[in-house]
């Protein structure tokens, strides 16, 4: 079965940086795409990074210089470096995975593509 789990959420100050691990399962990290999405309170589901297996990253404008996504397929890790980090960016984020997924791996992401879900890790931003 399928592994996906995220790690490193918490609590940060305004500015502040934390940084999300998703572990999975090999052939998930081996496959074509992998991405991070979030969903506050009261919100639509956003899908805010993606990594495409021929290197094709693509961000969310809310997140684009702030955000870093990044794959390690040694590890079996998906991570993403947050920095700047706003009280906007509270939310739980979600790791997502599709190894057959290609031309949807790009922003804007569409949940619905996505086969392989983390149970999501809270990141609280407090002014």
């Known amino acids: 079965q399928a592994m996906v789990a995220e790690s490193g959420g918490g609590s940060v100050q305004a500015g502040g940086s934390l940084r999300l691990s998703c572990a999975a399962s090999?052939?998930?990290?081996?496959?074509?795409?992998m991405a991070w999405f979030r969903q506050a309170p009261g919100k639509e589901r956003e899908g805010i990074a993606s990594?495409?297996?021929?290197?094709?990253?693509t961000y969310a404008a809310s997140v684009k210089g702030r955000f870093t996504i990044s794959k390690d397929k040694a590890k079996n890790i998906l991570d993403l470096q947050m920095n700047s980090l706003k009280p906007e960016d509270t939310a739980m984020y979600y790791c997502?995975?599709?190894?057959?997924?290609?031309?949807?791996?790009?922003?804007?992401?569409?949940?619905?593509?996505?086969?392989?879900w983390g149970q999501g890790t809270q990141v609280t931003v407090s002014s």
């Open positions: 997502a995975a599709d190894p057959g997924l290609w031309a949807e791996c790009v922003i804007p992401l569409r949940g619905r593509y996505f086969g392989h």
């Open positions: 990594v495409r297996s021929d290197g094709r990253i």
């Open positions: 090999g052939y998930i990290v081996s496959g074509n795409c």
